[in-house]
């Protein structure tokens, strides 16, 4: 049998809108980043016929320009599209217990209330530190781009994708 890789495939696209407003930090090293939740709503026809739906809480973190974006236009009840991809981490809490979250890393963020800027996209790599877990941002190789951008249909690129 032939040897089979899979393929390294962190892909993460989901609407919703915000539980809370966003919660705007930054980091020792300055760093901007914020954290939020949003519902997912998915509606579906149970066996007999009536339809439901299933609601699903998904935590969300973003980082530099992007964080600055969400914190600036973002509040509780927000619709916003997010890609990104799924990321995990632990800590231990006061208590000594570990905890650990799966949430989405926001690569690119889609406002989709009127008046808020379309898409607002994350250009800085991020790659983990050799001395510890965190995440540590990489100097862009351009520069930043405004966050004034103009409208999309919802093009996140993804029409050339082949897998």
Same mark, same amino acid.
């Given at each position: 049998?032939? %040897?089979f890789k899979m393929p390294d495939i962190n892909n993460v696209l989901i609407a919703g809108n915000l539980t809370?407003?966003?919660? &705007?930090? =930054?980091t020792s090293s300055g760093t901007p980043v914020v954290n939020f939740y949003i519902a997912s709503n998915r509606k579906y026809k149970d066996n007999s016929g009536i339809w439901r739906e299933n609601v699903c809480y998904v935590g969300v973190v973003a980082w530099n320009k992007l964080a600055e974006a969400c914190?600036? !236009?973002l509040k509780q009840s927000s619709s916003v599209l997010i890609d990104? %991809? *799924?990321q995990s981490r632990s800590?231990?809490? %006061?208590d000594g217990n570990m905890k650990n979250i799966v949430e989405i890393r926001a690569r690119r963020i889609q &406002? *989709?209330? =009127?008046?808020?800027p379309q898409n607002i996209e %994350?250009?800085?790599? &991020? !790659? =983990?530190?050799?001395e510890s877990d965190s995440v540590t941002p990489q100097e862009p190789e =351009?520069? *930043?781009?405004d966050i004034e951008v103009e409208p999309t249909d919802f093009d996140f690129g993804y029409q050339d994708l082949k897998l």
């Open positions: 049998m032939a %040897e809370n407003d966003p919660i &705007f930090r =930054k914190a600036q !236009t990104g %991809e *799924l800590w231990r809490n %006061e &406002f *989709l209330d =009127k008046g808020a %994350e250009n800085v790599p &991020f !790659t =983990k530190s050799d =351009k520069p *930043l781009a």
